[in-house]
């Protein structure tokens, strides 16, 4: 069995959700006169590849230490591809996936919006973009995901909740009469009849007092394992009283399909950081955006 790292590079230039704390890393020892190189790190936990424990919005839920490695952070898993479904600001649905994935109750979901193209690493990087634009669920996929018991969710941009349907609405006033000019013209409502207060960063609310939380800023070579099945595996730290952690996702393949994964990898273009991508999700998203 091989792995496909799903995380994105993690360093001083990699964007934390708006407002969060980004890393600020100095040595405090350096070889000459300590003998060693030691570094210290400042940061907040919504940084890079990262998972949103319980406790992040419900008050009596698990920590980040509570997980289940086995059963919970590791198991059978669905990626979906809707680069070709939505553009910016628009909603994706649960029809969406189901068109392009089979997904098993109790399936770990990561969902491919393509936004991880306009992350930093990458060389169409709009970091706007990648929190601020990417598309978003409505309740309708909430309640999908709790039938279908989901048992965490990962997404390749800034949150698992339309950025729309969060603060950030009155953070960026310009973006949001934009996306409010969408909404208009694609749904028939304006934002603020769509994302009404009682559905505030609902993927947050509504489902962690179920157990169904999510992972944000996947990325590394997910366009590699597109609209498949694999297992996926998320390790963050062994953080008590955590209330998100930092972590490797990483999916988990055998030896046959990761020899045919690697002949794809070398006909592919290469990050800043040597990780794969397909740059015709990038097209595909334009054109969406366009129409």
């Not at 992040?56 to 070709?84: C, M, Q, R, W």
């Not at 706007?128 to 309640?143: C, L, N, Q, S, T």
Request: aromatic residues 10%; glycine residues 8%; charged residues 25%.
């Amino acid at each position: 069995m091989k792995w496909i790292d799903l995380t994105i590079p993690l360093g001083v230039g990699t964007p934390p959700w708006p407002t969060y704390e980004p890393l600020q890393l100095k040595y405090m020892k350096r070889l000459a006169p300590n003998g060693a190189n030691g570094q210290l790190l400042t940061h907040s936990n919504h940084l890079g590849t990262h998972m949103d424990g319980e406790i992040h919005f419900y008050t009596p839920g698990k920590d980040i230490a509570s997980l289940e490695l086995n059963g919970f952070l590791v198991g059978p898993a669905a990626v979906v591809d809707l680069s070709n479904a939505t553009g910016d600001y628009q909603i994706y649905t649960s029809k969406m996936i189901e068109e392009r994935v089979e997904v098993r109750p109790r399936d770990i979901l990561i969902i491919h919006t393509g936004y991880h193209h306009f992350g930093w690493d990458h060389p169409t990087a709009d970091e706007i973009r990648y929190m601020v634009k990417h598309p978003g669920p409505d309740r309708e996929f909430a309640e999908w995901c709790r039938r279908k018991e989901i048992r965490w969710i990962g997404v390749d941009c800034g949150s698992a909740d339309h950025p729309m349907n969060t603060i950030i609405r009155q953070w960026m006033p310009r973006q949001a009469a934009e996306a409010d000019r969408l909404f208009r013209t694609k749904y028939g409502q304006s934002l603020e009849e769509r994302f009404t207060a009682d559905k505030y960063q609902l993927m947050h609310i509504e489902l962690f007092p179920h157990g169904i939380i999510h992972a944000e800023c996947i990325g590394g070579e997910i366009d590699l394992l597109l609209n498949r099945r694999t297992i996926i595996g998320f390790f963050p730290w062994r953080f008590v009283d955590g209330e998100s952690s930092i972590g490797r996702c990483v999916a988990m393949v055998d030896d046959a399909d990761y020899a045919e994964l690697v002949t794809r990898r070398k006909k592919l273009p290469k990050t800043r950081f040597g990780d794969a991508f397909d740059p015709s999700h990038v097209k595909q998203i334009e054109k969406l955006s366009r129409a």
